[in-house]
Every structure is written in structure tokens, then in C-alpha cells.
């Protein structure tokens, strides 16, 4: 059996959506599982253990890419092609796929409904993980487990070393990442707050090693003396390594905090305007903070300009969560 799952981004949902695989692998343990992602993201999908292949979709390419992956799909004659985007332009990729079997997420957007059956439509409201794990429901008619399954690859293992031993981070340390990027200003912390709470954390146990990562033009405006800024500098796959051995990460709604979260890395989640129940992290090893104003979750559609839902969580309380779980 030949599966297709397409989910070419984000960061974020391509790691929510990573038990889907291990649910299927586990309901088909013979299938050939393949995955359609935008070149962007490509890099982190070696770390999903049980996947057979990487299909690129060069995100750029416009029309002419769009045809190219559309017969690359046609020609590989899948059995089963599973829309975890449910969009129009990856519904379609679905619908002429021929394969014998098509369905998509709960939540089909853009009418994309129309080309492919959406598996459990009542059940939209979920977390993005479970909500992506409805299609092995309809498929099996059994409720999987949602659990993840990434793994490190050795050479990884060795750069993390490597990055950790050079910036004297021996093993007795605390060990911290902040992630202030993210996609749109709902989801951002405010710089200051990032900067204060890096002094408290010194404060606190001078040694402490602090990564910042992300895009480097996301990070430039918190940058501090004492902490270590490798923005911009990181592979997806060597970001994940320095996250594994991290005492805690620290970020918004962002993909590096659901990796961080999906390697069973203890984590603290600034949530603004962004909904929680549908985008937060949902391992036990996720600590979620937020401040209810009459207009959250606004998901994007802000009617105001100073982002008071997150600028009214304190470096204080984010501190006070790190050190709770750093000293647990």
C-alpha cells in the first residue's frame, strides 16, 4: 500500500500533524507512507521516524511547480492520499491524484470539501493534532493514541556537542532557548519582556546558557549580552538538536516550540492572540500562558495595536514558571 500526506506547511502544523504518521504506520505497518512539504520545511521531516520518502514542492516555483508535483503524484499511483492542509490548491492535488481513496482534514477551507471527503467534519474544534488524527480515525474507525516520534540523527548529535562544548555549556548549567520569532504580531512577546526576563534568568544562576534562535531578522530587536544569539545560523535538524538538550524552551505559538514540545522538551508557550485550544502544545511537558480579554483569540484579525493580551504576561511570571521547572 502506497500512502500520500500532504501537509507542505507550516513549521508548526507539519509537527502537529507528526502522530498522524505514526498512527498510520502503526494501522499500516506494511504502507509505504511518502510526504508532499513546501522545500522550506523539508529539512525537518528526516527526523519523523517511519517515513519512507520526502516529496519537495518547491513553494516558488508557482504554476509550472504546481504541475510538475501534480504528475509526480499521478505517477506514483498512490492507494491512499490523505489532505492534512485542506486547501484548495492541495485538496486538487488530492482529487486528481488518482488514487483509489481520498480524504481530507476536519476544517476544509476554501471549498476544498468539494474535491475531497472530509473525514469527521463535525469535529472541527479540535487541537491541530488531534485534528489531523481523525483521518486514521475514519480510515481504521478506531480513536489512535497521539503520541510523537522524532528522532535525532547521530551527526546532529555531534553538532549539538560541538555548539554546546564551544560556548562552555559542560552539562552542569542550565541550558535555556528563547524563540521570539513568529508569524504575525498576535503571537509575539514583547522584546523588552524577552530582554528582562534574560536578566533574571543571570540573576538568578549566573551561568545559565541562553540560546536565542529563529530567523535572524526576527531576533535582532531582543538581543542581549548575555545571551548566545545563533539566529539565522541553524538548520532545521541542528535547531531540533540544540533544542533537545535544553532545561526548558521559551517562546510564542511558533514551530520551534511545538518541535521543542514534540521532543518531550519542558516548555513555557506566551499565548496572545493566538487560540489555545486549537494551536497549544499538547504534551504534559508544555506550560501555557495567557491572559483572557474579551477580544481572544483574535487569530490574526487584531483591532488593536499594542497587543495588550501579551504584553500583560510578565518576564516575572514567565520567570517564575522557568525556575519552577528548572528546579523540579
Known sequence: MKILIIKPSSLGDIIQSNPTLAALKEAYPDAAITWLVFDAFADILPLFAGLDRIMVWNKKGGMKEYLRVMGAIRNERFDLVIDLQGLARTAVLAFLSGAAKKIGVPGMKELSWIFVKQAFPESRGLNAAARALETVRYLTGKKPGCAFNLRIPAAIEEYTREILARHKATGRERVVALIPMARGSHKVWPAEHYRELVGLLIEDAPDTKIFILGALEDVRRIRHSA??????????????????????????DTG???????????????????DVRETSPIAANAVILKKDFPCSPCRGHATCNDMACLSAITAQEVFAAAKAIMCS
Not at 545560523?233 to 526548558?248: E, F, N, P, W, Y
Not at 514540545?261 to 499565548?271: D, H, N, R, T
Open 256 to 274: 520551534p516550540v511545538h518541535l521543542a514540545s514534540a521532543l518531550g522538551v519542558p516548555l513555557i508557550a506566551v499565548f496572545g492572540g493566538s
Open 227 to 252: 545571551a548566545i544569539d545563533i539566529s539565522g545560523r541553524t538548520s532545521l535538524q541542528q535547531m531540533a538538536g540544540i533544542l533537545s538538550k535544553c532545561d526548558v524552551v521559551i517562546g510564542g
